[in-house]
């Protein structure tokens, strides 16, 4: 039989049209109406952030937070290189400057012993990135932060319903940002969120999201007429967007149980394969619960990975490696800066595989994946 395995499936948990319809009949179609208040409440109940704000990306998300944190020409943002490129840009359009520093072996994440070395006059902030939906080293990054007078902004783009020690994902820095995009755990298509953890930071939030005006707080009538307070942008969702993102947080609970069956599942099925160190399978700390947002293995260094992906294509499943990284594309060079030699970010971002996730994967499929992955790289 031949297999066509998608390497992702957005999945809709039946009532987003319903909603969508709600929104509509209701004419409520402009941002910050119900649906949009609906999912900012349960982001910051879920969260323990102090206000959540939804925004039309992650991406978007960022911006706001380099606009927030006044980012001015030159400078300096700690950042890994092994991440998306919105994570730098944000900053860059404001122009900062990413400073790159290498990963840990172990999760991927931004290696907090590195980051005191990349400090200087210049550092404004600390962008750590929850890679796969694994919390970053927090504890020892909001202290450094705080001995070096930095801000922390959390990149926790695939970080929706993970924690670390206990505490949401997004919610630790001062700022953090989640996204709904269609190819993570909970979406509305384009969609992402800004948690707002810094009190102080609250309301200028606000304001930079809605044009750079106080509309929010005259809508909430505490003012009797809004007007241009500072520089800011068109940042919301329409409500149809909040109207299907409320669909998928109902159920974000759901979801992540699936998606954590599923790759427990690969875990098992790929052991044999690390006992003959053929591969290396996801580290996860003890203190870190995950959302599964992601199942990668990392080859061993003789595998030829791109044999192993033209192999599993070959038999009908879509598997893909993940960042180019920043430090080596050409916007890197350009606005970046690195620290140090980036050897773990080299290294492993050229091992690296990632294998289809989603909800609705099954038993049968995920078997004959690991059989086909086997057999590619036992050859
Ligand atoms: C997906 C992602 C983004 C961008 O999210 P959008 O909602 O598509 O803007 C940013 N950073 C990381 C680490 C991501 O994985």
Redesign the pocket.
Known sequence: MTQDIQFNRPFMTGKELYYIAEAKFGNMLAGDGPFTRRCHEWLENKSGCDKALLTH????A?EMAALLLDIKQGDEIIMPSY??V??ANAFVLRGGVPVFVDIREDTLNLDERLIESAINQRTRAIVP?H?AGVACEMDTIMDIAERHGLMVVE?A??GVMATYKGRALGSIGDLG?Y???E??NVISG???ALLVNAPTLAMRAEIIREKGTDRSRFFRGEVDKYTWQEAGSSLLPGELVAAFLWAQLEEAERITNDRLATWQRYHALLEPLEVKELLRRPIVPDECQHNAHMYYVLLAPEIDRQKVLNELKKNGISSVFHYVPLHSSPGGERYGRVQGELEVTNRQSERLVRLPLWVGLTAEQQEYIAKVLTRAISS
């Not at 990306?57 to 978007?60: F, H, K, Q, R, Y």
């Open positions: 990306s992650c991406t978007a960022l991440t998306f919105s994570t990135v890679y990149d783009a695939q940002a996204s709904f995009h190819t993570k384009e969609g992402g």
